[in-house]
């Protein structure tokens, strides 16, 4: 690509001080956990986000250096009082007239957009190449978009009333702060629970998607032969992404490959402890894992600390005790979102209305990527375009962000066919 970013230009910063090392005692856990808050929330996001050289503090005067993008986040403030979501830009200096529609980054459950930390500099390169803009967004009720009161009035046994009300709460959302920001037409690029509102929010809305990337999503296939385990997003470790090499790249996804994935899936859960069947069963069941931490009170700055030790090994130690503070912050904020999870899932992590039976209405390219360790059931994959990414877990785009990074790219340019075909020919 052309344009390129230039150096970063931190040093001209306010000031932000380094996460403290993860808690490993209880006077440090309690020391943690009395200092969360917005503040701290805010300053864990912007460690992460001053990582990207074209990024503009709050209350910072705009560069004049020659980025082709500028960055800068925001509240987006929606109609209803006290509801926003929080909103990362990332803009192109030079708007082409011929540029195609800007790429929406949308995370997975409990999580925020810092977590695509790794992902944003090949975003904004392609940004400024093409003259378009790119963001990321916070769900309703997660990350630090507003943490506003969840409830659903459908009763129990009305299924369809429960999952039409709990998508609705952040489809809704969503299309509102398209509205705001005055976008005709995204490309929705998805995490997990993050990549099935996306798939409901384009049946919703077809006019208004481009095309849909969906990175490891939730909610795709049936019930009987599902093997996804949520509770490995507890146990699993982060694969090697930091260290490999760019000859890694994305490939094409066989049925073979899938069965792979599968076997390696249904060999884990047959191990499974009683412990673990336990934390899975009351995960399916509706209750929210971050309302467990946070019950645990001084306590949870160390249970994260176990989780981000052990899921972000690949990360350098700096980039560890970051996403540590982050994930903290964001898990002890007041629950709010996290609550959909009993009413879009049935026991066993599989849809109560699964996305197998409701894709097919959708007219427009849709890409499935999934990690070569997926936790995630990558049956319905092969229903579209489908990526297998190596090195990688369920997290695929930040354990391996190489080859999702291209991958990325390549589809958002409309040159996926041909990556496809030549990944084919690869696997």
Not at 2 to 31: G, H, N, Q, R, Y
Not at 213 to 242: F, K, Q, W, Y
Not at 259 to 276: G, L, M, N, P
Not at 295 to 310: A, D, I, N
Request: include cysteine; aromatic fraction near 10%.
């Amino acid at each position: 690509m052309s344009a390129s970013i230039p150096a970063s230009a931190s040093s001209t910063f306010l000031p932000l001080p380094p996460a403290k090392d993860i808690p490993v005692t209880f006077t440090a856990s309690l020391k943690s956990w009395w200092a969360a808050g917005d503040k701290q929330g805010t300053a864990s996001e912007e460690r992460l986000l001053r990582r990207l050289p074209f990024f503009q503090p709050e209350r910072m005067a705009s560069s004049t250096n020659d980025s082709p993008v500028i960055a800068h986040r925001e509240r987006v403030q929606l109609a209803a009082p006290k509801h926003f979501l929080n909103t990362l830009s990332i803009k192109s200096t030079n708007p082409s007239p011929t540029a195609p529609p800007p790429a929406v980054v949308l995370h997975g459950y409990g999580a925020g957009l810092g977590f695509f930390f790794r992902n944003f500099p090949a975003l904004a390169q392609w940004a400024g190449h093409r003259g378009t803009d790119v963001f990321a967004v916070d769900w309703l009720g997660m990350g630090r978009s507003a943490r506003v009161p969840f409830t659903i009035k459908a009763k129990r046994d009305d299924i369809s009333g429960r999952v039409n009300e709990a998508e609705s709460f952040f489809i809704d959302s969503l299309e509102e702060w398209r509205v705001k920001m005055g976008l005709e037409k995204m490309t929705l690029i998805a995490h997990s629970l993050g990549a099935y509102f996306s798939v409901v929010y384009a049946l919703r809305y077809p006019t208004r998607v481009h095309k849909l990337i969906l990175l490891s999503p939730a909610g795709v296939p049936h019930d009987p032969n599902n093997l996804s385990m949520p509770s490995r997003e507890l146990t699993d470790e982060g694969d090697s992404g930091s260290t490999i090499s760019v000859t890694h790249s994305a490939v094409a996804a066989s049925t073979g490959g899938v069965k792979r994935i599968r076997e390696e899936q249904k060999a884990i859960k047959e191990k499974e402890s009683r412990s673990r069947r336990l934390l899975t069963y009351l995960w399916e069941e509706g209750w929210s894992p971050f309302q467990v931490v946070r019950s645990t009170l001084f306590w949870s700055p160390m249970l994260v600390g176990k989780y981000s030790r052990r899921r972000f090994s690949g990360l350098t130690e700096e980039e560890t005790r970051d996403m540590h503070d982050y994930i903290l912050n964001i898990t002890l904020s007041k629950g709010s979102g996290e609550y959909c999870i009993s009413h879009i899932l049935a026991p066993y992590a599989h849809a109560r209305m699964p996305l197998v039976d409701r894709i097919a209405a959708l007219k427009l390219p849709i890409t499935f990527i999934y990690g070569e360790h997926d936790w995630m059931d990558p049956q319905g994959g092969l229903l579209s375009r489908m990526y297998n990414i190596p090195y990688a877990g369920h997290h695929v785009y930040l354990d391996n962000p190489t080859a999702v990074n291209e991958l990325l790219v390549a589809e958002l340019d409309d040159a996926g066919e041909q990556l496809y075909l030549f990944a084919a020919s690869r696997s």
